[in-house]
């Protein structure tokens, strides 16, 4: 196990204003999967307008509607060295959506706004329509080992990866980036997707992924997994059949 001389911190990150769809799962389960392997955990909550501390072991940014989003990206921009300093230090970030969309370098909202990001990742969005709604399912890139995520999407923006961003996975259902039929981001230590719904229940081997690098060896102590193993069935499952269904509607509009 990591050596550690205080319990994990994991932190979520403005809940009041990035906390739509459910993120607050998101931290609960990384902090029951500690604790259940007897690794002291704690969630930390930063309230939106309070300073982004760069003490946090896992840093969550959760989704949220675009107005939220312009106050979650000021108080992002004005902790941003505040984060790095935590990442360079060995911390987690796990950003959904919105969160996710503030990683990069821009985000054009519906009535046109330029907010800038973090820019972390090489990336910029722009919002489009229709609104990307339903479930999503993603074969992730073999480097990360993870196997097929589960999620859920409701976003209007669209996001184009740079050069130097690698994609989490290819969309197999649903629309993940909204280009090139891709989801999300992943660098070292992070994570980013348009998975939501929270994305961490329904994919417990994300939760460990993201806790590997601050627990250690300790991320092998199993768990019983069983009733997040038969929520993963029926999704999949259920996502499956929609998604072969829009794919013959698709395919009935194109041939015209
Ligand atoms: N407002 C952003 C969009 O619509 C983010 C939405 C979200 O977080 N689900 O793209």
Redesign the pocket.
Known sequence: MVKRDSSVRIGLVFPDLLG??GDRGNALVLVERCTRRGVPAELVEVRGGSAIPDSLDVYLFG????DA?VMASDGMRRSRASIQRAHDNGAVVFA???GF?LLGETYE?SDGSVLDGLGTIEMD?R?GAP?LIGEVVVAPDEATGLPTLTGFE????RTTLGKSARPLGSVIVGHGNGVGDVDGAVADRIVGTYL?GPALPRNPALADYLLEPVIGAAVRVPLDDGLPMALRAQRLGDAMLTGVAARVRDWKVNRG
């Open positions: 739509t769809y989704g949220g509607e675009d989003q959904v959506c919105a969309q909202a969005t919002s609104r409701n976003h209007g923006g939501h």
